[in-house]
T-cell receptor, first 113, second 113 residues
Framework: DAGVIQSPRHEVTEMGQEVTLRCKPISGHNSLFWYRQTMMRGLELLIYFNNNVPIDDSGMPEDRFSAKMPNASFSTLKIQPSEPRDSAVYFC???????????FGQGTRLTVV | TQLLEQSPQFLSIQEGENLTVYCNSSSVFSSLQWYRQEPGEGPVLLVTVVTGGEVKKLKRLTFQFGDARKDSSLHITAAQPGDTGLYLCAGDLTQGGSEKLVFGKGTKLTVNP
């Protein structure tokens, strides 16, 4: 398996633009997580899905953020409109079930100017 | 509010020294995991501890889960420059029948030759 695949690896956009981050989890994994990593706040959980259903989105910072998982092999995280303070590295991770290893993608480095 | 408090945040030591990293919480976790992250990459699992009081060893690394399953520690013996990296603790928190995986802010370890 190729592991968790995220795209793009890097994204530079202007304030106010829409940004869409993509994630393909490992086949057979039932849980998918979206995290945001910054120096100040560390690795923050934004939202997670179980069997394609959003379970907890309490970490989503504002209504500007939304996430979908239309099927077991694809998820998106959208920011609209983007702001400079959204600049961070966004990670997607997947795993089979609780207490098991979470496999991370390589992340998307987002810069909003 | 940070569910998992990690300390110290930064640690710079000389090769051959021993060190301990702590991960504390007021919440009870069904498991505690330790990850290591290299620059430009996602975190990679080192170990999972599940039972209160459990101790696991991985070569020069010793991991312990607190009796009450609220805290954990990572001890490295005779640190080497190759141990340099960001160490993250993560806990599985039960919520509504599902487990969400939350992370501490991390400990950035530098081992100088």
């Amino acid at each position: 398996d190729a592991g968790v695949i995220q795209s793009p690896r890097h994204e530079v956009t202007e304030m106010g633009q829409e940004v869409t981050l993509r994630c393909k989890p490992i086949s057979g994994h039932n849980s998918l997580f979206w995290y945001r990593q910054t120096m100040m706040r560390g690795l923050e959980l934004l939202i997670y899905f179980n069997n394609n259903v959003p379970i907890d989105d309490s970490g989503m910072p504002e209504d500007r953020f939304s996430a979908k998982m239309p099927n077991a092999s694809f998820s998106t995280l959208k920011i609209q409109p983007s702001e400079p303070r959204d600049s961070a590295v966004y990670f997607c991770a997947s795993r089979t079930t609780r207490n098991t290893e979470a496999f991370f993608g390589q992340g998307t480095r987002l810069t909003v100017v | 509010t940070q569910l998992l408090e990690q300390s110290p945040q930064f640690l710079s030591i000389q090769e051959g020294e021993n060190l301990t990293v702590y991960c504390n919480s007021s919440s009870v976790f069904s498991s505690l995991q330790w990850y290591r992250q290299e620059p430009g990459e996602g975190p990679v699992l080192l170990v999972t501890v599940v039972t209160g009081g459990e101790v696991k060893k991985l070569k020069r690394l010793t991991f312990q889960f607190g009796d009450a399953r609220k805290d954990s520690s990572l001890h490295i013996t005779a640190a080497q420059p190759g141990d340099t990296g960001l160490y993250l603790c993560a806990g599985d928190l039960t919520q509504g029948g599902s487990e969400k995986l939350v992370f501490g802010k991390g400990t950035k370890l530098t081992v100088n030759p």
